[in-house]
């Protein structure tokens, strides 16, 4: 089992910056990929960005390519969202996902099903 919080989330104005935070409670975290996902209300969860187990491959939602960035710190069990530029469609929860997959594909880190483990999310508010 591996618990994930996130922190981080705030209202700011469009074109600030924010760096989400998601820690995780297993000392085995360097053997998970790792996701970051939204939903804004009414509107289905999606994809933002992924960095495999490794670290060695990231992957980005076309909406934020260029705007964020993942990583991740092995030695805190911490991933980071670094969101710069933000807009106002960037409103939403923001979750973070932890799955076991060895997989380094954007078609299985992109997707939902890449995952095992959820954080219980932390809402983002860009005000235009």
């Known amino acids: 089992q591996v618990q994930l919080v996130e922190s981080g989330g705030g209202l700011v104005q469009a074109g600030d910056s924010l760096r989400l935070s998601c820690a995780a409670s297993r000392r085995t975290f360097s053997n998970y990929a790792m996701g970051w996902f939204r939903q804004a209300p009414g509107k289905e969860r999606e994809f933002v960005a992924a960095?495999?187990?490794?670290?060695?491959?990231?992957y980005y939602a076309d909406s934020v390519k260029g705007r964020f960035t993942v990583s991740r710190d092995n030695a805190k069990n911490t991933v980071f969202l670094q969101m710069n530029s933000l807009k106002s469609e960037d409103t939403a929860v923001y979750y973070c996902a932890a799955g076991s997959t060895r997989s380094a594909l954007r078609v299985v880190l992109s997707t939902t099903r890449g995952y095992d483990y959820w954080g219980q999310g932390t809402q983002v508010t860009v005000s235009s």
């Open positions: 960095i495999s187990w490794s670290g060695g491959n990231t």
